[in-house]
């Protein structure tokens, strides 16, 4: 999905992960090293942009510091999602959300993800995810595997996810009944006209992925393998086109603040000092850890 972006925008993303959005300017994630299985284990993506260590409840950064923040598929994993959404409202001016929505929650049921969540008329309806509302049933885990092993899934994304598009504010409310959370959830009426519209689409990108997936198991544990991994690594680093970071350091860390009191930080000995509580920071292989 393209998001049409003024080229002056300074734009945040908001668990960058392994994978981040091209168009971002500063990149944020919580975790330095997965080791909670929350981005699939995969490794903190790091080039020449900005990048931070912290937590979504707390952004360490001023009050609309940037133009536009971008997060997608991290509220869902969110430990407060509430405190989450207004501080991404504190710091951009306006943004985009994406999640799954409770179709995809039912299906997927990942352990990390905490919450479901609608958008009803530009609204965020959110209700805890727990034991006794769990909409999940013993084999729709197996309907799963076969709607994306045959490209259901990702060829009809925006059946199974939620998107916003906020500005000034994220407007949301957390629900205890399950019910009018589910009660916003678009029905994909015309999802299985679509695919047996699409069948032949979707038989042969499931042939490609066959091959694809047997391509992959020759090369796991053989010795070209990590090669493989640190070519495409560098590649990567070329075609997302960010030799030439558009925030300078410097402006990097006007924009910063500190998360506990929101006062100035100030570089000091390779390490972050808040000007006014004087909480330090570290500094960990050039990436600040602000938690």
Avoid at 31 to 46: I, P
Avoid at 57 to 64: A, G, V
Avoid at 268 to 287: E, K, Y
Wanted: with cysteine; aromatic share 8%.
């Amino acid at each position: 999905m393209e998001i049409g972006l003024d080229e002056n925008a300074v734009v945040l993303e908001v668990g960058s992960g392994s994978h981040p959005w091209h168009r971002a300017d500063v990149l944020l994630d919580r975790y330095y090293k997965d080791d909670a299985g929350q981005r699939g284990g995969g490794e903190l993506f790091v080039d020449k942009r900005p990048i931070i260590v912290a937590a979504g409840e707390r952004l360490p950064f001023k009050d609309k510091a940037f133009d536009f923040v971008y997060c997608s598929h991290v509220i869902e994993h969110a430990e407060d999602i509430g405190a989450m959404l207004r501080e991404i409202s504190r710091v951009g001016r306006e943004g985009f959300i994406e999640c799954p929505n409770p179709l995809l929650e039912r299906l997927l049921d990942q352990s990390q993800h905490r919450w479901y969540i609608t958008n009803a008329d530009g609204k965020l309806l959110i209700c805890a995810k727990n034991g006794s509302n769990n909409v999940t049933t013993p084999a729709d885990r197996f309907y799963f595997h076969m709607m994306s092993d045959h490209y259901i899934i990702r060829g009809y994304w925006e059946h199974f996810v939620t998107r916003l598009f906020w500005r000034g504010e994220i407007k949301f409310d957390i629900d205890q009944d399950i019910a009018r959370v589910l009660s916003a959830l678009p029905m994909a009426t015309d999802l299985p006209a679509i695919v047996a519209k699409n069948a032949e689409r979707i038989l042969r990108r499931a042939w490609l992925d066959t091959i694809k997936q047997k391509v992959r198991q020759t090369i796991e544990g053989s010795p070209i393998e990590q090669p493989l991994r640190n070519s495409w690594r560098i590649l990567r680093r070329h075609l997302v086109g960010v030799n030439r970071p558009r925030v300078s350091h410097e402006r990097f860390v006007n924009l910063l603040a500190c998360p506990h009191c929101r006062s100035d930080l100030s570089s000091v000995d390779g390490s972050f000092v808040c000007n006014a509580c004087h909480h330090t920071f570290a500094v960990s292989r050039g990436i600040p850890i602000l938690l």
